[in-house]
């Protein structure tokens, strides 16, 4: 009994960092589901890229001086990595999808697995197909505390992932509730035809959510790649199904529904693994899934379509 | 006479591969109201939306202000000073009637906007009242007057209501058409298409009467209004 204490704080700790990154890959699918209906495959494969692309800025940088501040390595990693990953996004929806508007649903969606497929191969290509190792730019714990004769940390790294993504949650939620891109993106993913009878390019609208959701991965790859120490080109593929899960179990188009499923994606698969042999946790995040859609078919925070009249 | 501020030109629209619009010509001059009429299916709202670019004439010309608009995108098009009540109202249901007339006025400067809101809350005083509630829990009136509101507050110069009437109650039709009055009065020329058309003919100065794709008549709207041909067909007897 008095060991369970520490362990659940600990898993508590663990479940937010991996819910946070789920989070963030999820807000992407949703997104991009709530505006054009559509689930883009190839998302998780931008999160993979933005590890990339922040893995070789942080050698990049600290090769050019070893004595670099921490803070300008990293901040400097975040930036391109978002910068160069939401070139990526913007250009898979302009060359993937866009000349496909207004054909059956089937058709952008094989397109969109064709394009995963395609930056997956495109990454083994340029950087191998192998575990590259992340230097470690933030080892150590924010804080270590004893509790009843066991440690719970709380690793920077971790630390960070929770905070940077409890801010870009924050900052997006404000963002699409009261700026006016906001409420276009709201418009749209509402009555897409009708927003552009209101003269808005809807096509602008389109490519903003899918450099939105491009941007948030980024982050998230950036920050996975510190905490795990390695990443290859497949981390895409698991992460963007979890993350997809996510989106479902919240709620698919909503926003704050993507910020919950993650979280508690992240924090139920922890927890599992905590308890139960590992190889269970995938089977108790997924049956979660069944379960809550069994009950609520449109996910936690998901409403059905509103009827238009 | 001056050149007309909208034209159509022998206007054909498919849809797939029925032809909606079979070589429709019209004009609607500055400063008038002028109403199309017509049966379900005969052609109205394919030809309000052809004009809004959506979908686009197969062949013929559409000028607007002596620009050939024909080809252009939707939202070009709806930049340029035309604006559209569309049918089924299409406000955005969860968005604020604010929001939704924000939207309206996506193009503007946030001065502008207070201005506008302003006027378009003058003319529909139930809008204010209800600025924060989600458009899709208000009444068809208010959508509606809502829906109007927000093709206003682009300031166009060309307004397209398409059955503004349909499914509300006749006080609300009333009020709706007396704002529309009010509206040509302060200079925006409109273009009213109708299922209702005794209220419409009695309101506007030109009506034009299509079926099964074609223009078939045009007249002042007293004189159609008092058409043999008319009243049988539209009028009920």
Same mark, same amino acid.
């Given at each position: 009994?008095?060991?369970?204490?520490?362990?659940?704080?600990?898993?508590?700790?663990?479940?937010?960092?991996?819910?946070?990154?789920?989070?963030?890959?999820?807000?992407?699918?949703?997104?991009?589901?709530?505006?054009?209906?559509?689930?883009?495959?190839?998302?998780?494969?931008?999160?993979?890229?933005?590890?990339?692309?922040?893995?070789?800025?942080?050698?990049?940088?600290?090769?050019?001086?070893?004595?670099?501040?921490?803070?300008?390595?990293?901040?400097?990693?975040?930036?391109?990595?978002?910068?160069?990953?939401?070139?990526?996004?913007?250009?898979?929806?302009?060359?993937?999808?866009?000349? =496909?508007?207004?054909?059956?649903?089937?058709?952008?969606?094989?397109?969109?697995?064709?394009?995963?497929?395609?930056?997956?191969?495109?990454?083994?290509?340029?950087?191998?197909?192998?575990?590259? &190792?992340?230097?470690?730019?933030?080892?150590?714990?924010?804080?270590?505390?004893?509790?009843?004769?066991?440690?719970?940390?709380?690793?920077?790294?971790?630390?960070?992932?929770?905070?940077?993504?409890?801010?870009?949650?924050?900052? =997006?939620?404000?963002?699409? &509730?009261? &700026?006016?891109?906001?409420?276009?993106?709201?418009?749209? &993913?509402?009555?897409?035809?009708?927003?552009?009878?209101?003269?808005?390019?809807?096509?602008?609208?389109?490519?903003?959510?899918?450099?939105?959701?491009?941007?948030?991965?980024?982050?998230?790859?950036?920050?996975?790649?510190?905490?795990?120490?390695?990443?290859?080109?497949?981390?895409?593929?698991?992460?963007?199904?979890?993350?997809?899960?996510?989106?479902?179990?919240?709620?698919?188009?909503?926003?704050?529904?993507?910020?919950?499923?993650?979280?508690?994606?992240?924090?139920?698969?922890?927890?599992?693994?905590?308890?139960?042999?590992?190889?269970?946790?995938?089977?108790?995040?997924?049956?979660?899934?069944?379960?809550?859609?069994?009950?609520?078919?449109?996910?936690?925070?998901?409403?059905?379509?509103?009827?238009?009249? | 006479?001056?050149?007309?501020?909208?034209?159509?030109?022998?206007?054909?629209?498919?849809?797939?591969?029925?032809?909606?619009?079979?070589?429709?010509?019209?004009?609607?001059?500055?400063?008038?109201?002028?109403?199309?009429?017509?049966?379900?299916?005969?052609?109205?709202?394919?030809?309000?939306?052809?004009?809004?670019?959506?979908?686009?004439?197969?062949?013929?010309?559409?000028?607007?202000?002596?620009?050939?608009? !024909?080809?252009?995108? !939707?939202?070009?098009?709806?930049?340029?000073?035309?604006?559209?009540?569309?049918?089924?109202?299409?406000?955005?249901?969860?968005?604020?009637?604010?929001?939704?007339?924000?939207?309206?006025?996506?193009?503007?400067?946030?001065?502008?906007?207070?201005?506008?809101?302003?006027?378009?809350?003058?003319?529909?005083?139930?809008?204010?009242?209800?600025?924060?509630?989600?458009?899709? !829990?208000?009444?068809?009136?208010?959508?509606?007057?809502?829906?109007?509101?927000?093709?206003?507050?682009?300031?166009?110069?060309?307004?397209?209501?398409?059955?503004?009437?349909?499914?509300?109650?006749?006080?609300?039709?009333?009020?709706?058409?007396?704002?529309?009055?009010?509206?040509?009065?302060?200079? +925006?020329?409109?273009?009213?298409?109708?299922?209702?058309?005794?209220?419409?003919?009695?309101?506007?100065?030109?009506?034009?009467?299509?079926?099964?794709?074609?223009? +078939?008549?045009?007249?002042?709207?007293?004189?159609?209004?008092?058409?043999?041909?008319?009243?049988?067909?539209?009028?009920?007897?």
């Amino acid at each position: 009994m008095n060991d369970l204490l520490p362990v659940l704080a600990q898993q508590v700790i663990n479940g937010l960092s991996l819910g946070s990154i789920y989070a963030l890959i999820a807000i992407g699918y949703t997104m991009v589901y709530g505006i054009i209906g559509m689930i883009n495959f190839a998302h998780g494969e931008i999160y993979m890229i933005g590890a990339y692309v922040g893995v070789v800025t942080i050698t990049a940088l600290g090769a050019a001086s070893g004595a670099m501040p921490l803070a300008l390595v990293l901040s400097g990693a975040l930036i391109i990595a978002v910068v160069v990953t939401a070139a990526y996004g913007w250009t898979v929806e302009r060359v993937a999808y866009r000349p =496909l508007r207004g054909s059956p649903r089937l058709v952008p969606l094989i397109s969109a697995i064709g394009m995963s497929i395609f930056l997956q191969n495109y990454v083994q290509l340029g950087q191998g197909a192998r575990d590259i &190792s992340v230097p470690p730019l933030l080892p150590g714990n924010l804080f270590e505390i004893d509790v009843e004769g066991f440690p719970v940390s709380l690793s920077l790294t971790r630390a960070l992932i929770i905070f940077a993504t409890l801010a870009l949650m924050i900052a =997006l939620t404000l963002y699409i &509730s009261r &700026s006016r891109m906001g409420r276009a993106c709201r418009a749209c &993913s509402q009555d897409m035809g009708m927003a552009n009878l209101l003269g808005i390019d809807t096509n602008r609208v389109i490519s903003f959510t899918f450099v939105v959701g491009a941007i948030l991965a980024a982050v998230g790859g950036v920050l996975i790649g510190l905490s795990i120490g390695k990443i290859n080109p497949f981390i895409g593929f698991v992460a963007g199904i979890k993350a997809f899960t996510a989106a479902v179990l919240g709620g698919i188009g909503s926003i704050p529904g993507a910020m919950l499923g993650g979280v508690l994606l992240g924090l139920t698969e922890t927890f599992a693994s905590a308890f139960l042999p590992t190889e269970y946790k995938d089977v108790v995040a997924f049956g979660l899934l069944v379960l809550i859609l069994l009950f609520r078919p449109t996910g936690l925070l998901g409403t059905p379509d509103v009827e238009k009249v | 006479m001056s050149e007309p501020m909208l034209s159509f030109e022998n206007v054909h629209t498919f849809y797939g591969k029925i032809e909606a619009l079979k070589g429709v010509s019209l004009t609607v001059n500055r400063g008038e109201i002028v109403t199309l009429i017509g049966a379900n299916g005969a052609g109205k709202t394919t030809l309000l939306m052809t004009l809004c670019g959506s979908p686009r004439a197969a062949s013929g010309t559409i000028r607007f202000e002596g620009e050939d608009i !024909t080809q252009r995108e !939707t939202h070009l098009i709806m930049q340029g000073g035309i604006a559209v009540s569309p049918e089924g109202r299409r406000v955005f249901p969860g968005l604020s009637v604010l929001e939704n007339l924000q939207m309206g006025g996506f193009f503007s400067d946030a001065e502008r906007i207070e201005e506008d809101l302003e006027r378009v809350f003058t003319l529909f005083p139930r809008l204010r009242e209800r600025s924060a509630q989600r458009a899709g !829990t208000m009444s068809g009136g208010e959508q509606q007057m809502l829906a109007i509101g927000r093709a206003l507050m682009s300031r166009p110069r060309l307004l397209l209501l398409d059955e503004p009437s349909l499914g509300l109650a006749p006080l609300i039709i009333a009020q709706i058409f007396q704002i529309v009055q009010e509206i040509r009065d302060e200079g +925006v020329t409109v273009f009213l298409v109708e299922q209702n058309a005794h209220r419409a003919l009695a309101l506007a100065d030109r009506g034009y009467v299509i079926e099964n794709g074609r223009i +078939v008549m045009s007249d002042t709207g007293s004189a159609l209004l008092a058409n043999a041909d008319i009243r049988k067909a539209y009028l009920g007897g």
